[in-house]
Structures are given as structure tokens and as C-alpha cells.
């Protein structure tokens, strides 16, 4: 039972809008919804956004015009056709007929249409009866824009080298012409004396609708972006759209910047709107102009069509999604978070907030009411979206997949990071565990307690969380490794559900939800679902999973009888999805799920008839046994024998290893190069990206002895890379000096490794206390909660580094370079700062009393929260704005 949903209730169906117009009276909205083999046409009552009526009809059309009788004519790249009231075509031309094209303009009267676009000709038909009236060369380019005067005498033409032509409609002559840069949109005024045109750098002009001699330049289309200091230009946005309104003194155009903008005959920007982002998809989105002037309509992709009153006001108050991926769901209300923003619904009044994202992020809810964005950039916690949050981590945080798991406890925060897991304490803000794939990971959650884990990238993974190296269960899923995860979800007993799609491409899918029993990490069902593509899973209690489909359906199956429980709905009558991931998510205790359904809104449905609880799953981990030391340096790879074979090729998509990496740093910890299969204990073979992988010679000799029961470990590159970058044991005895030559070495260690484009090393906790790092390489590094008291480390580049709650008591950073920095409430009592540069450092909450930041430059550094009492800034840069203390 559909409880609430949230989103654009009107002007709204299944699938994306293509093409709109308004019927002749102004009364009704036109919009076509294109499907694989068939198109839906939708009319909607403009006053109050009901659907009226839909008509499906065979062939793909993108674009439509209402006719003064009732019928409309369609078209799409290739194809034009006359549907009658009848919802018959009365006339259809192929590709034959009209060559291809890309637009079509239909004259005032509704008598002819003229194709355009694909080329440097123009044809026009007859719109009563298909024929054929004439074609138009353009010597100078492609056509890109097409106008007919209202009274049907004339018409124009511009596009790809700027050359704008005005023709006598019954001779075809030529009256007059003007050149200028590209020309995307063409318009008429009411009365056929000014001519409009949108230049693709986003230039309006005015023209004489005869003589082409030029009236004025209305104004400009400009990306402009607001990054908290006001608005910035950010280069031109073509013009994609105009239209004159019907008292033929303003002119309303539309720009690849996303506003619409309203102009006086005179010059006068009078206006401006921004449009959704969802109606800015590609090319700009389908535009109309009602025939009354009083209607504006736009709609490209799935979420509603946007309609605006003359006078820029919104029709309907409701907000379309914008390309959603991730939602939180509670009782007091439910979140979504888009492409371009983050939207929060009160349940109990339907009270909308907007919280402005750039790219995907991530939801979780956390205790006490709390939630938890993963961005971009960082992670913050806040209370409500309006809210600017506590950040908790920050940087190589980022979780493109629109991916957080949080522990049953609150106090872990888990989330995808290229090909590894990563595991964040949440007040503390410090990286706690890593868990490594081969390949990008798509999905991670706990287990049933937070004891384990499990993730999703070219194989399933379990893991034991008090032992993350080594992956307890590795499972490959029938057929190999998925090329798409909708989602990944543990019940409360333990099952794990998997959301899968074997199909690369985005125009079908072969996908299945993938049972795994923990315990044996075997696979206990696959229950196939091909013909959408699945999307996020979750339990909505012991047994039973609840997946979405790309076409915005849900599905229940049972983990224990490895089975469906029910059919999807039945399909409808056009095929119009694509195969886009939708989330889902479950309550807490398993009573409602939220999803997206076809309409692109946000639904929230109840679920009866949960099953009993039962004991969680015994994974069956004993206590783990005390390690023995692992040695350092030259003792710790004794006993390796690697042989390398096929060709190491650098990639500019993964971190690939050179010989000197490879080879050299093998040996300088202790292991030996194997040159032959019998010889050897570790293996790694060379693969090449995106390139189906052939065993070599020797691969085929190591996997003949695996099979017999030698004891040789394959390791892929990024293992081998893992075992050759130095223990934390060996950082830091490095750093302190230990060993002989210790920084010297950490360098040359770090030169092979930058070499490579290889990241951060992980030194959080790190006891430096005193040492001497004058001449470390330390760039980007993070080193939360590090013990740095009366280090060295004067003049050091730390560009980068993260110092979040690290103990700086006395440490002597004087002339060191800080750009982006993070010392948030880090410990810098008495810290030697002076002439250091702070560009974009942060010491949000952080102790710096007594301080001396003599001569520093800090004019971009955040000091917010920080204790500043007894710190000296004699001479120092301060931010704008501030006083000095």
C-alpha cells in the first residue's frame, strides 16, 4: 500500500519528455513521452496539471505540433507524420521522403513544416497532406534554425556559419541576408517586424524582419556560478530557445546557462528564472510557448514538466528529482539526494528543504535524529539538510556511487573509495580500517552485527572487521564478474543480498538478486530479472528482500526459499526506461520502503506481515589468534620467490607498477625474482585494461601446480603494490631515524611511489614525538591523532596533509608550507609558526593558544572555533574580514 509520495504529482508520467506544445486555445498540454518502438502522447489540463487523456502510437517521435483542428504532427530524426483525432496517422514520411534532420518548425497556420538540420537543406511539406512544397540549399553550413513569418510570406533561416537569409515563401527568392556567428533559434514578433536570433555564444539580436538591418542586441546568455562569494561569469551558454510573447513586446530565451530570461523589445532584462536541472539535460530541454503568450513548458527527462506563468512563476510548487541515487528514510521524514541537490520531505505536512550538491552523494541516518551526507569532498553530519554540518572526514573521501553504510552503533561510517572499503570512526573523524579489491567497489554494507562486512566489486567479499586484510570468503558470481551493482543489503539473521546486472551496455540488461550465505560464503539462489536492470536491495526483515528495477517497479524475494515472491508489473504498452540504478531503502524495523517509481517520484509504500525474528548467523569466528611480529625491512619478505611475467603497461586509469617499483623493492625487503613456474610462491601476470585475458605460458604452469596443491599465491598488481609499501612499522621507524639513513630511505620510497601517481600512505596515530622531518617528503598525507609534539618541521611542503586531532604541542612548522591543510582540533599549543603559508588550511576548533604565527600568511585559512588566547600574529596575513586577537 503506496502510503505518501513526494515529488511532481502533476504534469507528470512514466518516462521522459521528449517534445511538448500547447493546444491552439491555450487550454491543453501536448507532450510526448518517446519509447523504443512506440510513442506515448500525454495531454495535461494547463490550469490544474490533470492528465487527461494518452495515446500510444507506433514510431518514435520526439517533437509535436497542435494544429488548429485538433490533429498534431510528429516527428522525429528521419520521420513525419499527421495524427489524427482518431489517433490515426493520416499520412507518415520515412527518411526517403524528408531526409534526415534533427529539427522541424511548424508555420503559424498550421499549413507547412519545414525540416532542418541534418544538412545544409531545408525541405517543406505541405502539413495538411505530406507532399512535398520545396527545398532550400544553404551554401554557407548546416541549417541550424528556421522561421516562418506570421503571416506566412516569408521565412528565415540561420545556422553554422552565421549566415542569416530572409526568402520570399511563394518565389523562393532571396530578400535579404546578414552574416553574423552561429545561429541555433530563430522567431518572428507577432506582427513580422523584428526577427530574433540566439547565437550559440548565447548573443540575442533584434534584426529588421525585412531588411535584416540590426535593431539592438538585447543581451547575453553567461554560465554564471555562485561558489559563496557572488555570482561569477563563467564564459558564454548558447541560446537554445526563443519566442516573442503575444503582445510582441518581449521576448522570453532559454541557454545552455539554464535560465530563462525575460527581455523588453527595447533591451531591457526585465527577468530571469533558473530552470531545474532535470529540465537542462543534453541539448537543453523540450520548450513551448502557449498561443495566448501566458504558458511556458519545459521537460526533457523523468520528474514532470516544468510550467511557468509570462511573468516567471511557477505553475506547481511541487519538485521534481533530479537523477536520484541515494535516500534515508525515518519517521518524521524522508531524504533523497540528486545529481544537483539534496531534498528532505517533512512526512507529517509535505514541507520541502533544498540543499544545494555538486555530483553524487551519499545518505545514511545516524542516532538522535541525525543524518550523514558523503559528498564530493567530504562527509558532514547534520540535522536538518538546511543545515551546514559538522564535517567528520574530508578528501580522498569521496563516494561517487551515492554509497554509506553505517554500523548498527552509530560509531563506524563505511563507504566505497575506488577499489577499497574504507572504515571511518565517526567522532573521531580518523580512518580506521581499509578493505582492499582488485577492482572499483560498488557497494559495501555491515553484517548482521558489526562484526563483519560484506562488499561488491569484480567479486563478493565477506569480511572480518577485528582482521580486514584477508577477505574470509571470496565469492565469484555465476557467469563472472558483474558489469553493474544495483546495491548490496544483510538481513538481521545474516543472508546477504545482491543486486546484479550482467550487461554492459544501456540498452538492455540481463539482471539477477544474488542470495549468499554467509556462513559458507556460498551462493544459495540467483533469480533472474532480465529485462530491467535491478537496482538497491534491502531486508525488510529476516529473510525477506525488496529490490527496485529500472523501471521503477519493486520485487520481493525470500533468501531462505530462494525464491520470488511475487511477479513485477505487468509491462505497459510502450517500452520507455532506460536502465538507470534506482535506490530503495527500508525502515529501520522493516515496515516501509521508499523508492522511485516510474514516475520519477519519490514513493513511500508500507509492508505487512514481516516474519519472526531468529538468532543472528554464526559466521563461526574464533578469537584470533596472537600474530607473530612481522619483521621489517629486509626480513620481512625472506622467503618470497615472485615470478612476474607478460608486459607491465602503464594505465591512466590505475595506479600500475614500473620495474624499478616492482623489481627493485621486492628485493630491497628481503623476497627474490623467480625465473621460472617451479620455482616460485607468489605470482603476478600482467593484464591489460578493458582487453580479455589470455593465461601465458607460464600463468598456465603456476595454475597447474595450484592444482596440484603447491602453495603459490597469485597476486594481481595492486596486491603486489600492497605488500611492497612499507608497514606502518617501517614508516615510522624510518621517520624517527631508527634505521640508518631513515628519512633518506622514506624519500626514495615515496619518489618511486609518486612516480607511479600512487596516493596517500595511511600514518594516522603515528608517534613522532621530537623527530626530525626537515627533509621528509610528507605531502599528502593523513595524520590524525598523530603525536607530533616538538617535532621538526621547519620549512616541510605538508601540502595536503591532514593533522585532525593531532598533538603540535611546541613543533616548529616556521616557514612551512600548508596549503590545504586540516589541523581542525588539532593540539597547537606553543607550535612555531612563523612566515609558514596557510593557503586553504583549516583550524576549525583547534588549540592554538600561545602560538606563534609571526609573519604568516593565513589570509584563506579557516579560524573558526579555534582558541586563540596568547598567540602572537605580529605581521601575519589574516583572513578578510577578521580582527586581530
Given at each position: 500500500?503506496i502510503?505518501?509520495?513526494?515529488?511532481?504529482?502533476?504534469?507528470?508520467?512514466?518516462?521522459?519528455?521528449?517534445?511538448?506544445?500547447?493546444s491552439?486555445?491555450s487550454?491543453?498540454?501536448v507532450?510526448?513521452v518517446?519509447?523504443?518502438?512506440?510513442?506515448?502522447v500525454?495531454r495535461?489540463a494547463v490550469?490544474?496539471?490533470?492528465?487527461?487523456?494518452?495515446?500510444?502510437?507506433?514510431g518514435?517521435?520526439?517533437?509535436?505540433?497542435?494544429?488548429?483542428?485538433g490533429?498534431?504532427?510528429?516527428?522525429a530524426?528521419?520521420?513525419?507524420a499527421?495524427?489524427?483525432?482518431?489517433?490515426e496517422?493520416?499520412?507518415k514520411?520515412g527518411?526517403?521522403?524528408?531526409?534526415?534532420?534533427a529539427?522541424a518548425?511548424v508555420s503559424?497556420?498550421?499549413?507547412?513544416v519545414?525540416?532542418?538540420?541534418?544538412?545544409s537543406?531545408a525541405?517543406?511539406?505541405?502539413?495538411?497532406?505530406?507532399?512535398?512544397l520545396?527545398?532550400l540549399g544553404e551554401p554557407?553550413?548546416?541549417?541550424?534554425?528556421?522561421?516562418?513569418s506570421?503571416d506566412?510570406?516569408t521565412?528565415?533561416t540561420?545556422g553554422?556559419?552565421?549566415?542569416?537569409?530572409?526568402?520570399d515563401?511563394?518565389?523562393k527568392?532571396?530578400?535579404?541576408?546578414?552574416?553574423?556567428?552561429?545561429?541555433l533559434v530563430?522567431a518572428?514578433?507577432?506582427?513580422g517586424s523584428?526577427?530574433?536570433?540566439?547565437?550559440?555564444?548565447?548573443d540575442?539580436?533584434?534584426w529588421?524582419?525585412?531588411s535584416l538591418?540590426?535593431?539592438?542586441l538585447?543581451?547575453?546568455?553567461?554560465?554564471?556560478?555562485?561558489?559563496?562569494?557572488?555570482e561569477?561569469?563563467g564564459?558564454?551558454?548558447?541560446?537554445?530557445?526563443?519566442?516573442?510573447?503575444?503582445?510582441?513586446k518581449?521576448?522570453v530565451s532559454?541557454?545552455?546557462?539554464?535560465?530563462f530570461r525575460?527581455?523588453?523589445?527595447s533591451?531591457a532584462?526585465i527577468?530571469?528564472v533558473?530552470?531545474?536541472?532535470?529540465?537542462?539535460?543534453?541539448?537543453?530541454?523540450?520548450?513551448?510557448?502557449?498561443?495566448?503568450?501566458?504558458w511556458?513548458?519545459?521537460?526533457?527527462?523523468a520528474?514532470?514538466?516544468?510550467i511557468?506563468?509570462?511573468?516567471?512563476?511557477?505553475?506547481?510548487s511541487e519538485?521534481?528529482?533530479?537523477?536520484?541515487?541515494?535516500i534515508?528514510?525515518?519517521?518524521?521524514?524522508?531524504?533523497?539526494?540528486?545529481?544537483s541537490?539534496?531534498w528532505?520531505?517533512?512526512r507529517?505536512?509535505?514541507?520541502v528543504?533544498?540543499?544545494?550538491?555538486?555530483g553524487?552523494a551519499?545518505l545514511?541516518?545516524?542516532p538522535?535524529?541525525?543524518l550523514l551526507?558523503v559528498g564530493?569532498n567530504?562527509?558532514?553530519?547534520?540535522?536538518?539538510i538546511t543545515d551546514k554540518?559538522?564535517?567528520i572526514?574530508?578528501?580522498d573521501?569521496?563516494s561517487p556511487?551515492?554509497?554509506?553504510?553505517?554500523?548498527?552503533?552509530?560509531?563506524?561510517?563505511?563507504?566505497?573509495?575506488?577499489?577499497?572499503?574504507?572504515l571511518?570512526?565517526r567522532?573521531r573523524?580518523?580512518?580506521t580500517?581499509?578493505l582492499s579489491h582488485?577492482?572499483?567497489?560498488?557497494a559495501?554494507?555491515?553484517?548482521?552485527?558489526d562484526t563483519w562486512?560484506?562488499?561488491?566489486?569484480d567479486?563478493?567479499?565477506?569480511?572480518?572487521?577485528?582482521?580486514p586484510?584477508t577477505p574470509?570468503?571470496?565469492?565469484e558470481l555465476?557467469s563472472?564478474a558483474?558489469?553493474h551493482?544495483?546495491?548490496?543489503?544483510?538481513s538481521?539473521?545474516g543472508?546477504?543480498a545482491?543486486?546484479?546486472?550482467?550487461?554492459i551496455?544501456?540498452h538492455?540488461?540481463d539482471?539477477a538478486?544474488v542470495f549468499i550465505d554467509?556462513?559458507?560464503?556460498e551462493?544459495?539462489?540467483?533469480?533472474s530479472?532480465?529485462?530491467?536492470?535491478?537496482?538497491?536491495?534491502?531486508?525488510i526483515?529476516?529473510a525477506?528482500?525488496v529490490?527496485?528495477?529500472?523501471?521503477g517497479?519493486?520485487r520481493?524475494?525470500?533468501?531462505?526459499e530462494?525464491?520470488?515472491?511475487?511477479?513485477?508489473?505487468?509491462?505497459k504498452d510502450?517500452?520507455?526506461?532506460?536502465?538507470?540504478?534506482?535506490?530503495?531503502?527500508?525502515?529501520?524495523?522493516?515496515?516501509?520502503?521508499?523508492?522511485?517509481?516510474?514516475n520519477?517520484?519519490?514513493?513511500?509504500?508500507?509492508?505487512?506481515?514481516?516474519?519472526?525474528?531468529?538468532?543472528?548467523?554464526?559466521?563461526g569466528?574464533?578469537?584470533?589468534a596472537?600474530k607473530?611480529?612481522?619483521?621489517?625491512?629486509?626480513?620481512r619478505l625472506a622467503g618470497?620467490c615472485?615470478?612476474?611475467?607478460?608486459k607491465?603497461?602503464?594505465?591512466?586509469?590505475?595506479?600500475?607498477t614500473?620495474?624499478?617499483?616492482?623489481?627493485?623493492?621486492?628485493?630491497e625487503?628481503?623476497?627474490t625474482?623467480?625465473?621460472?613456474?617451479k620455482?616460485a610462491?607468489?605470482?603476478?601476470?600482467?593484464r591489460?585494461?578493458?582487453?580479455t585475458?589470455?593465461?601465458?605460458?607460464a600463468?598456465t604452469?603456476?595454475?597447474?601446480?595450484?592444482?596440484?596443491g603447491d602453495?603459490?599465491i597469485?597476486?594481481?598488481?595492486k596486491k603486489?603494490?600492497?605488500?611492497l609499501?612499507p608497514?606502518?612499522?617501517?614508516?615510522r621507524?624510518?621517520?624517527?631515524?631508527?634505521?640508518?639513513d631513515?628519512?633518506?630511505?622514506?624519500?626514495?620510497?615515496?619518489?618511486?611511489?609518486?612516480?607511479?601517481?600512487?596516493?596517500?600512505?595511511q600514518?594516522s596515530?603515528i608517534?613522532?614525538?621530537g623527530?626530525?622531518?626537515?627533509?621528509?617528503?610528507?605531502?599528502?598525507?593523513?595524520f590524525e591523532?598523530?603525536k607530533?609534539?616538538?617535532?621538526?618541521?621547519?620549512?616541510?611542503n605538508?601540502?595536503?596533509?591532514?593533522?585532525?586531532?593531532?598533538?603540535?604541542?611546541?613543533a616548529?612548522?616556521e616557514g612551512?608550507?600548508?596549503?590545504r591543510?586540516?589541523?581542525?582540533?588539532a593540539?597547537l599549543?606553543?607550535?612555531k609558526?612563523?612566515g609558514?603559508?596557510?593557503?586553504g588550511?583549516?583550524?576549525t576548533?583547534a588549540?592554538l593558544r600561545?602560538?606563534?604565527f609571526?609573519?604568516?600568511?593565513?589570509q584563506?585559512?579557516?579560524?573558526?572555533g579555534a582558541?586563540?588566547d596568547?598567540?602572537?600574529?605580529?605581521g601575519?596575513?589574516?583572513?578578510?574580514?577578521?580582527?586581530?586577537?
Amino acid at each position: 500500500m503506496i502510503r505518501q509520495v513526494f515529488g511532481a504529482t502533476r504534469f507528470n508520467a512514466p518516462g521522459n519528455f521528449t517534445g511538448l506544445d500547447f493546444s491552439p486555445d491555450s487550454k491543453t498540454l501536448v507532450a510526448l513521452v518517446t519509447g523504443e518502438k512506440r510513442t506515448k502522447v500525454h495531454r495535461f489540463a494547463v490550469d490544474d496539471g490533470r492528465a487527461l487523456d494518452e495515446q500510444t502510437v507506433t514510431g518514435c517521435f520526439t517533437g509535436v505540433f497542435a494544429l488548429p483542428d485538433g490533429d498534431l504532427l510528429l516527428w522525429a530524426r528521419g520521420s513525419i507524420a499527421r495524427l489524427g483525432q482518431d489517433g490515426e496517422l493520416s499520412w507518415k514520411l520515412g527518411e526517403k521522403a524528408t531526409k534526415e534532420f534533427a529539427f522541424a518548425t511548424v508555420s503559424a497556420d498550421g499549413a507547412a513544416v519545414a525540416t532542418y538540420g541534418g544538412d545544409s537543406v531545408a525541405n517543406v511539406f505541405d502539413a495538411r497532406t505530406g507532399e512535398r512544397l520545396h527545398d532550400l540549399g544553404e551554401p554557407a553550413g548546416e541549417i541550424f534554425a528556421f522561421a516562418f513569418s506570421p503571416d506566412g510570406a516569408t521565412f528565415a533561416t540561420g545556422g553554422q556559419k552565421g549566415i542569416v537569409r530572409v526568402f520570399d515563401r511563394k518565389s523562393k527568392k532571396e530578400l535579404a541576408r546578414r552574416k553574423s556567428s552561429k545561429i541555433l533559434v530563430l522567431a518572428f514578433s507577432p506582427e513580422g517586424s523584428v526577427l530574433a536570433g540566439g547565437h550559440g555564444q548565447g548573443d540575442v539580436h533584434l534584426w529588421n524582419g525585412a531588411s535584416l538591418e540590426p535593431v539592438r542586441l538585447l543581451g547575453s546568455h553567461r554560465f554564471q556560478e555562485d561558489y559563496g562569494s557572488g555570482e561569477q561569469d563563467g564564459g558564454p551558454a548558447g541560446c537554445r530557445w526563443l519566442a516573442f510573447l503575444a503582445d510582441g513586446k518581449t521576448v522570453v530565451s532559454q541557454g545552455n546557462d539554464r535560465y530563462f530570461r525575460w527581455w523588453k523589445r527595447s533591451g531591457a532584462e526585465i527577468r530571469r528564472v533558473r530552470t531545474p536541472r532535470h529540465h537542462a539535460y543534453g541539448q537543453g530541454p523540450a520548450m513551448a510557448l502557449s498561443r495566448d503568450g501566458k504558458w511556458l513548458a519545459a521537460g526533457s527527462t523523468a520528474s514532470g514538466i516544468g510550467i511557468w506563468t509570462s511573468d516567471g512563476e511557477p505553475a506547481s510548487s511541487e519538485l521534481g528529482i533530479d537523477a536520484p541515487h541515494a535516500i534515508a528514510l525515518s519517521r518524521e521524514r524522508v531524504v533523497v539526494a540528486g545529481s544537483s541537490g539534496i531534498w528532505s520531505w517533512r512526512r507529517t505536512d509535505g514541507t520541502v528543504s533544498e540543499r544545494r550538491a555538486s555530483g553524487p552523494a551519499a545518505l545514511a541516518n545516524l542516532p538522535q535524529g541525525e543524518l550523514l551526507i558523503v559528498g564530493q569532498n567530504n562527509a558532514v553530519v547534520v540535522r536538518e539538510i538546511t543545515d551546514k554540518g559538522k564535517a567528520i572526514f574530508a578528501n580522498d573521501a569521496t563516494s561517487p556511487q551515492g554509497v554509506v553504510a553505517v554500523s548498527r552503533d552509530g560509531k563506524t561510517v563505511m563507504l566505497p573509495v575506488a577499489s577499497n572499503v574504507e572504515l571511518w570512526d565517526r567522532a573521531r573523524g580518523v580512518r580506521t580500517a581499509t578493505l582492499s579489491h582488485d577492482a572499483e567497489v560498488s557497494a559495501c554494507t555491515f553484517g548482521s552485527d558489526d562484526t563483519w562486512a560484506v562488499s561488491v566489486s569484480d567479486a563478493v567479499r565477506i569480511w572480518r572487521l577485528d582482521d580486514p586484510e584477508t577477505p574470509v570468503h571470496t565469492i565469484e558470481l555465476e557467469s563472472g564478474a558483474p558489469e553493474h551493482c544495483g546495491g548490496v543489503a544483510v538481513s538481521r539473521a545474516g543472508w546477504i543480498a545482491v543486486s546484479i546486472d550482467r550487461d554492459i551496455s544501456n540498452h538492455s540488461s540481463d539482471s539477477a538478486l544474488v542470495f549468499i550465505d554467509p556462513r559458507s560464503g556460498e551462493v544459495t539462489a540467483t533469480l533472474s530479472h532480465p529485462d530491467k536492470r535491478l537496482g538497491q536491495v534491502a531486508f525488510i526483515d529476516d529473510a525477506r528482500a525488496v529490490v527496485v528495477d529500472s523501471a521503477g517497479r519493486t520485487r520481493t524475494a525470500d533468501a531462505e526459499e530462494g525464491k520470488w515472491i511475487d511477479e513485477p508489473e505487468a509491462p505497459k504498452d510502450i517500452e520507455f526506461h532506460g536502465f538507470e540504478i534506482l535506490p530503495l531503502t527500508a525502515s529501520e524495523d522493516g515496515t516501509e520502503i521508499a523508492y522511485i517509481d516510474g514516475n520519477g517520484n519519490l514513493a513511500i509504500r508500507a509492508i505487512e506481515g514481516t516474519k519472526k525474528r531468529v538468532t543472528p548467523f554464526d559466521l563461526g569466528f574464533t578469537p584470533l589468534a596472537e600474530k607473530k611480529p612481522q619483521g621489517m625491512f629486509e626480513e620481512r619478505l625472506a622467503g618470497i620467490c615472485v615470478l612476474y611475467a607478460g608486459k607491465f603497461q602503464r594505465s591512466e586509469m590505475d595506479v600500475r607498477t614500473s620495474r624499478e617499483f616492482r623489481e627493485d623493492m621486492l628485493l630491497e625487503l628481503g623476497g627474490t625474482i623467480a625465473k621460472k613456474a617451479k620455482d616460485a610462491t607468489h605470482f603476478v601476470g600482467a593484464r591489460i585494461p578493458y582487453v580479455t585475458h589470455v593465461p601465458s605460458k607460464a600463468e598456465t604452469e603456476i595454475d597447474a601446480r595450484i592444482a596440484k596443491g603447491d602453495k603459490v599465491i597469485k597476486l594481481s598488481e595492486k596486491k603486489l603494490i600492497e605488500m611492497l609499501l612499507p608497514t606502518f612499522e617501517e614508516s615510522r621507524a624510518m621517520l624517527r631515524g631508527d634505521v640508518k639513513d631513515g628519512v633518506e630511505r622514506w624519500n626514495r620510497w615515496r619518489s618511486r611511489w609518486r612516480t607511479l601517481s600512487g596516493g596517500f600512505v595511511q600514518l594516522s596515530g603515528i608517534d613522532l614525538t621530537g623527530a626530525d622531518l626537515r627533509k621528509a617528503d610528507l605531502m599528502v598525507i593523513p595524520f590524525e591523532e598523530a603525536k607530533l609534539s616538538n617535532a621538526r618541521l621547519k620549512g616541510v611542503n605538508l601540502y595536503d596533509c591532514v593533522f585532525r586531532r593531532a598533538d603540535l604541542r611546541g613543533a616548529d612548522l616556521e616557514g612551512a608550507r600548508c596549503g590545504r591543510v586540516v589541523f581542525s582540533n588539532a593540539d597547537l599549543r606553543e607550535a612555531k609558526l612563523a612566515g609558514a603559508e596557510f593557503t586553504g588550511a583549516e583550524f576549525t576548533g583547534a588549540d592554538l593558544r600561545g602560538a606563534d604565527f609571526r609573519d604568516a600568511d593565513l589570509q584563506y585559512a579557516k579560524l573558526t572555533g579555534a582558541k586563540l588566547d596568547g598567540a602572537k600574529f605580529d605581521g601575519a596575513k589574516l583572513p578578510q574580514g577578521s580582527k586581530r586577537p
